[in-house]
């Protein structure tokens, strides 16, 4: 394994590195500025080929609870990332051939280090992404199952052998990597949707690129930083960080070099299908993880209490940031008061808006004012037509990218609210009679990534969780994901699946070998 191992010199860290290291925050904004970032785990350049590079440009990474000015990052353009698919095809030989025993180790070598530095890769998601630090945390942890769980996996890629239809041959099947990888990741988790994918990738024997969203980029850098540690080899993991300007330009030539094999993205059904034009021109490999609109109903027979702590977990996770948390919720007319006024009283009770460094913070910042903007027209909109705001309903005092836990009653079907996925703490309620008239309202969406239902009735359970049409069922459960289940969904909300025994068959071709005249 040794051969593997990068040689362990100083990184090549330019002078802007710097400045992400000891200087003070600027702050743009009010609030408190978050503590300083552990320098060992961030950096400023692009990674490529297992070397720290720098762009032309650099753009800001900022704290969106306070407006501070974290540092700045390298812009990387359409030649950095065709550097870094270049990178990643001439290393793919070498990685694929290593025993998967061999690639099994460095997976979990890089688990493990995730681990030791788990409270410094939270502070990193904190500051650059907003959720609560206990939530951060809580994000690492499921980030490095990823590792764990493919370093398991790679060494338990099985082919066949098929009975042969005539005596002198033997039929024999054979599973390859694709080649190299293109990864673009979404800001809400910044750590978990990087190695749930490279995970598998790598395990597979693919070499990646990973493109970060513009607004979370350091924590796809510390892992980079880590991976490097462990000894992963030089052009196997990539990063190209870069601008929002940048992306287009970027994100179109990593999906239609023609050394790239395949394409894993998450992030919106709309830029999803972009994506899946410019994989066309070459038919790529993709996976997809886009957009959700997640129902959560409740049935007359439900615990109630129990689905009032479901609600709670499933939509205020990361400020409603989540693709699977729900969007809508649906109550039966029986329990439809007391729903409300339990969940209402919960909401009071156990939500905490604050800065996510701060003890006791439960709901940190949304990503950007155009997040908020977003909220407040949902709720302007349901507002008009008849909703009622139960509590919350407003922008936080505590600054502008913040807002408070939302609950609206008196919610229709006519509402933007329950026709498009607000990403953010706003939690609608619409009363239904039947239950063939809720699975109706939730079938209604053109994606299906989560659905939840709270049911005591046995027979119910089972009708309603065969006829959603998801990828993801949680019944009687809010939190529903761990690297052992497969993630996906159906309809627009994707193609493919991660984690899991399954995640691992994205990466991988399956070839058939025939031997004849034995």
Known sequence: MARWRLPRTPLLLPRAAQRLLPAPLRRSGSGPAPPRLPGSLVRSGGFVGGRWVQAAAAFPVLDPASGAELGRVADCGVAEARAAVRAAWEAGPGWSAAPAKERSALLRKWYSLMMENKDDLAKIITAENGKPLKEAQGEVLYSASFLEWFAEEARRIYGDIIPPSVKDRRLLVLKQPVGVATIITPWNF????????????????????????????????????????AGIPAGVYNVVPCSQKQTPAVGEALCTDPL???????????????????????????????????????????????????????????????????????????????????????????????????????????????????????????????????????????????????????????????????????????????????????????????????????????????????????????????????????????????????????????????????
Request: net charge negative; charged share 20%.
């Open 260 to 518: 790239v094999a395949k394409i894993s993205f998450t992030g919106s059904t709309a830029t999803g299908k972009v994506l899946l034009h410019h994989a066309a021109g070459t038919v790529k490999r993709v996976s997809m993880e886009l957009g959700g609109h997640a129902p959560f109903i409740v049935f007359d027979s439900a615990d109630v209490d129990r689905a009032v702590a479901g609600a709670l977990a499933s939509k205020y996770r990361n400020s409603g940031q989540t693709c699977i948390c729900t969007n809508r919720f649906l109550v039966q007319k029986e329990i439809h008061d007391a729903f409300v006024e339990k969940f209402a009283k919960a909401i009071e009770r156990e939500l905490r808006v604050g800065n996510g460094f701060d003890e006791g913070t439960t709901q940190g910042p949304l990503i950007n004012e155009k997040a908020v903007g977003k909220v407040e027209r949902h709720i302007s909109d349901a507002v008009s037509q008849g909703a009622s705001i139960v509590t919350g309903g407003k922008r936080h005092s505590f600054g502008k990218n913040f807002f408070e836990p939302t609950l609206l009653s008196n919610v229709t079907t006519n509402m933007l609210c329950t026709q498009e996925e607000t990403f953010g703490p706003l939690a609608p309620v619409i009363k239904f009679d039947t239950e063939a008239e809720a699975v109706a309202i939730a079938n209604s969406a053109n994606v299906g990534l989560a659905g939840y239902f709270y049911s005591q009735d046995p027979a119910q359970i089972w009708r309603v969780a065969e006829q959603l049409e998801v990828g993801i069922v949680g019944v009687n459960e809010g939190i529903v994901s761990s690297a052992e289940c497969p993630f996906g969904g159906v309809k627009q909300s994707g193609l493919g699946r991660e984690g899991s025994k399954y995640g691992i068959d994205e990466y991988l071709e399956i070839k058939f070998v025939c031997f004849g005249g034995l």
């Open 190 to 229: 910044p750590s978990a949707m990087i190695t749930r994918k490279v995970g598998a990738a790598l395990a597979a024997g693919c070499t990646v690129v990973v493109k970060p969203a513009e607004d979370t980029p350091l924590s796809a850098l510390a892992l980079a930083e880590l991976a490097n540690q």
